[in-house]
Structures are given as structure tokens and as C-alpha cells.
């Protein structure tokens, strides 16, 4: 790490780290070789923004105050000529998503976001973007010597970036999130709630009996059964919560606390309720299953319509394990015995035998 | 917005939305005594208007939920410079119990009410600030900490009430 002493021109090609840089960077030792000044609190940080020049400025999102967007832009004030990025968590992505496209005296906040963790280099790689449109990336691997490429070329490598980023968290069919993705996110949502005492709540469910809609219909009404379930499931969640299909007709949803709608009287009450499955998360639950019984699925049968049902089994940190392995284990569990009792049931972990929708 | 510096000097910095009645409040009682002051609208400028003052006894008035943002670290920054900061709590003691405390550590006022911020700018202007425990301080920058202990005293009483 070097002090803020140095020239102008030295200073130009600084970085400022803002926040605690060990969660979000997997090289975190590397940072300390690099051009770098860290500053764990926000306010120390705009002071050494005010006094000293950077080419681009950090953001840890996590344990960041709630009034991120006012510092941000008192950030972009004080180092007009820095590029801003957050350094979020999955689940921080709708709000740094929110940050960038939020425009304060004609500019945004923050010109872009990286989910974290990532090596530090690919921090530098996204600065070297922002600030000639040439991936750092790719240069670092051949194009040292190469002549600048055209900004078309550029825009197109950006594309194929995002595209392949797509690929890798999403699924092609219903467009949900994948199991890669949903694994990820979980297991850093859970990190996050065992610090700030918060709880989080996953659903497994699948739709019963999908083969034989397959043999029946075909497997193309089979894609459109699994599309409207993930649609329907989204509708019935709150914004924040993940939905994901993580196998053949396995659907994952995580269910969490989203900071920003959290008030002094709910902190109170979750911690009260601790022993038991989140309220939200039941409620959601048994609407979806609802809802989708009663689904019209546009089969070519008119049979089709109202037949629609799922098996699921609901576990909650930390009340049923403290590990994504150990919630995703449990509510299998659940799942299995739901399936084997019946079908068309969703138990919750530690209540078996107990349909979801019997419970007040 | 005035600017801090030799040329044109602030004696306050009012923190807050300017829509806010303590603002407006604030904003009227300087003006009444004819205190130059710099309004911010959040901490966060507080901070850069601050890094660019010299001055010290420079008043910095604002809400505690405000000022007590970042941890509560503009508080140390002022003390470092000798400014005097004073916060509203409006008795919100008993939930931000642990950051008062803090606060006053640093030398910062904690009024319950508006209208006791005139006592404390009365005091600065008189020449010679008073410290949170209302005891004359000497030396601001020479903080003794024993001298704090009866008000820490009183104030955690105070919180227990």
C-alpha cells in the first residue's frame, strides 16, 4: 500500500478501496502491492478523495450505511475524474444495479459494478475498460503491443462478456437463475446472516408428476409447464428473493432479510421468532402453491387446466443448519418425505407429516 | 455555499436537509448572531467542507443521526481540529446509548433540545468554548479524560433513567 504522498502523476494512476476489502477480493494480499489506498471508513475515505487524485475508487457495498447513494455522490464530486465502482455481493446486485443507473447532477453515482469475490485484477481489467474502453483483461494475456482496437470492436467484446456472464448464473429455459448461481448466492446470504443475526429461508420444490405431462403432451408443454412454474414463482416472491431451477424440474428459492426494508421493530421481532420458519417465507410458500393449482397451462387437453401441483420441503437458517449443504440437505429431506407421503404437500423441516397449508 | 479558507472564513457548518426544521431553526439562530456559517446536506459534504477549514472552535451543528454516521467518525475527525460539534438526539438516548457516549468522549455537545444549542453558541462566542461536561476546558486538544468520568457518570445515569 503506498501513502498519498506521491506525485501528481503517480497519484493519477491510484486506486481508493473503500470498506473491507477481505470479502470481496480472493487475492486480497495482492492489493497491498498494488497502487493502493484503503480506507475502511467511508468519511476518511472522501477525505483522502479530496486531497489526493485517483483513477478510480472501490466501493465494498457490504456493511455499507444506508445512505450509500449521498456518499457516492459526494464521492463523484470530490474525484470527478475517477471511475466508480461498487464491489457488491449477489445479493447486492439489485441495489448496485439501482446505484449505477441513479444519475445526480447529470451524471451516475457510479459507473459500474463487479459481483464479488473476484481477484483484483479483474478490478483493474473493468478500470482499464471504463476509462479507454480496452478490456484489461485481454490485454494482459497478448494485446500489449497491439495496436488500440476500434470502439465497435470493444462494444462487441463487452457483449460477448455479458452474454457468456448470463450463461454462466442464469438458465437458458425458464430464464431463472442456476444451480451455480443459486449455490453462490446462498452461501454468501448466509455469511451475511450469521453476522447481522438474519435469517434466510430455501424452498426445494418440483412438479409433480412432469414425466407424465411429458409422455402426455410432449416435452415442449413439458418446457412450458417449468417456464410458468419459475414465472409464477417469481410473481408470488418478493423482489429481492432469488428463485432458481437448479435440476430437471427442481426449482430453489431463497428467501432473506432484505437490509433496506428491515426497521428497529422487525430487528426486534426476528430475533424473537428465531426458533421458527420465517412468516414471509411460509406465506410466499403457500401462495405459489396455491396459485399454481389453480394455473391454466394452455395444454393442448383441456385436462390440463387445474392440475398442476408441487411436492416441496422448506428449511430456515439458522434454525435447521448453518450451512448451505446443511439447509439444502434438510429441505431435500423435507421434499422427499412430501413425495413419498402423497405428493402435493410442502413440509417444513422439524414439522413433518404437516402439510404448509394446515399451518396458521 | 460559502467557502471554508483564510479569505472568507466559516465559523459553522450547519449538517442536514435544508428542508429540516433543526436546519431552518439553526440557519436563523447563527444568522441572529451573526456567525458565518456553510450549510451541507449530509455528512458526507460535512466531512469535505471540514477537511478544507482551519479554523478552530468552528461549530458543526447537525442531527446525531446524522453527524453519528460512518460510525461516528466525523466526530473524531472534528476533535482532531478542534471544532465543536453539537447534535440534536432528541431523546433518543437509551437506543443510541453506546454512540452518545462516544461522541461526547470526543468533546461533541448532545442537546435534547434546539433550543439549547444558543447556550453553546454563547459559550463560543464568549471565546472560551465550554466542554460537554460544562467545565471550562483548558486546552481542547489536550483532552483529560478524568475530567470525563463524572459527566460519563451522569450521562449514563441519565440513560438509565
Known sequence: MKSSDSSTDENNQKILLIGDISKVFLDAGVVAEERCEVCVNMLDAIEAAAKSSFSAIGVVMFGASARLSSALKVLREVSSGAKIILLAQMYEEPVAIQLVGTVRNGTSVADDYLICPVHFSYLVSRISYLERGVPGALRDVSIHAEPARPAGVDRTIEMKIRELEKLATEDDLTGLKNRRYIWEFSRQIIERARKENGRVTLLVFDIDNLKHYNDLYGHLAGDTILKQAGVLMQWCCRKHDVVGRIGGDEFAVVFWDDPQLRTVGKDSERRSTSADHPPEAIFITKRFKREIEKTDLHLSDAQGEGVLTISGGLASFPRDGSTIEELFRQADRALLEAKRSGKNRIYLVGRSQSDISDIE | ?161
Open chain 2, 1 to 161: 455555499m460559502k467557502e471554508f479558507g483564510s479569505n472568507n472564513p466559516a465559523n459553522a457548518i450547519i449538517v442536514g436537509d435544508s428542508a429540516d426544521e433543526f436546519v431552518r431553526y439553526t440557519t436563523n439562530l447563527l444568522g441572529g448572531y451573526g456567525i458565518e456559517f456553510v450549510h451541507c446536506e449530509d455528512v458526507y459534504s460535512a466531512v469535505v467542507k471540514s477537511a478544507s477549514g482551519k479554523r478552530e472552535n468552528t461549530l458543526v451543528v447537525g442531527r446525531f443521526e446524522e453527524l453519528s454516521r460512518e460510525q461516528g467518525r466525523f466526530f473524531h475527525k472534528a476533535s482532531e481540529r478542534g471544532f465543536v460539534c453539537c447534535c440534536l438526539a432528541n431523546g433518543d438516548f437509551i437506543r443510541r446509548r453506546k454512540q452518545i457516549l462516544a461522541a461526547v468522549r470526543t468533546g461533541a455537545f448532545i442537546v435534547n433540545e434546539p433550543s439549547e444549542v444558543e447556550s453553546v453558541v454563547t459559550d463560543i462566542l464568549s471565546g472560551e468554548p465550554a466542554c460537554s461536561s460544562g467545565k471550562r476546558k483548558e486546552k481542547r486538544s489536550a483532552l483529560n479524560r478524568e475530567e470525563f468520568l463524572p459527566t460519563e457518570a451522569e450521562l449514563e445515569a441519565l440513560l438509565e433513567v
